[in-house]
T-cell receptor, first 115, second 111 residues
Framework: DTGVSQNPRHKITKRGQNVTFRCDPI?????LYWYRQTLGQGPEFLTY????????KSRLLSDRFSAERPKGSFSTLEIQRTEQGDSAMYLC?????????????FGPGTRLTVT | DQQVKQNSPSLSVQEGRISILNCDYT??????FLWYKKYPAEGPTFLIS???IKDKNEDGRFTVFLNKSAKHLSLHIVPSQPGDSAVYFC??????????WGAGTKLIIKP
């Protein structure tokens, strides 16, 4: 299977702890996106990378959130000092930007529960 | 302020019939639209897209219609199958290529 993969699939943590999620995009895709989804809502954009450069960050991404994509391959999303409001599904997507195609392909997500 | 609206939280359709999912948007500058399907505990799966230069795009059982003057698009699934039961999201793309999503419509196909 050469789709987008995310690890872990589930994470339960206590408030105040740090967590890190990993995303492995489809290998030839140069763009990688992070989204957050809560129950009953569509995904909300957090940030995206083109190769290793982080080009856009949502105002939803507080200072406690940081994302990296070293070498333009996999990406990590770290949340420091987690709060209960951080509980959500964190989705990663990748795409290969062409003139006629904008589709983003999603991984299965990491469900974070902060207790 | 929601820029993409899916006003029906859920829709129930008999197997074999047509399912019609609706989506409205507010910004006439949006020019590319996508539909995704999501099963529980999985990420969204891309279904079909349409550019604003077209008013219809078809792929097998799935057809998307775009009415630019009404800022409305719809997804038609015919015939509906049990495996189509899922949450369907309408999304558009802003000038920075970020997806803006509706809240989703849960489609239930009754046998």
């Amino acid at each position: 299977d050469t789709g987008v993969s995310q690890n872990p699939r589930h994470k339960i943590t206590k408030r105040g702890q740090n967590v890190t999620f990993r995303c492995d995009p489809i290998s030839e895709h140069n763009r990688l996106y992070w989204y957050r989804q809560t129950l009953g809502q569509g995904p909300e954009f957090l940030t995206y990378f083109q190769n290793e450069a982080q080009l856009e960050k949502s105002r939803l991404l507080s200072d406690r959130f940081s994302a990296e994509r070293p070498k333009g391959s996999f990406s990590t999303l770290e949340i420091q000092r987690t709060e209960q409001g951080d509980s959500a599904m964190y989705l990663c997507a990748s795409s290969l930007r062409t003139e006629s195609s904008y589709e983003q392909y999603f991984g299965p997500g990491t469900r974070l529960t902060v207790t | 302020d929601q820029q993409v609206k899916q006003n029906s939280p859920s829709l129930s359709v008999q197997e074999g019939r047509i399912s019609i999912l609706n989506c409205d948007y507010t910004n006439s500058m949006f020019d590319y639209f996508l539909w995704y399907k999501k099963y529980p505990a999985e990420g969204p799966t891309f279904l079909i897209s349409i550019s604003s230069i077209k008013d219809k795009n078809e792929d097998g059982r799935f057809t998307v219609f775009l009415n630019k003057s009404a800022k409305h698009l719809s997804l038609h699934i015919v015939p509906s199958q049990p495996g189509d039961s899922a949450v369907y999201f309408c999304a558009t793309m802003d000038s920075n290529y970020q997806l803006i999503w509706g809240a989703g419509t849960k489609l239930i196909i009754k046998p």
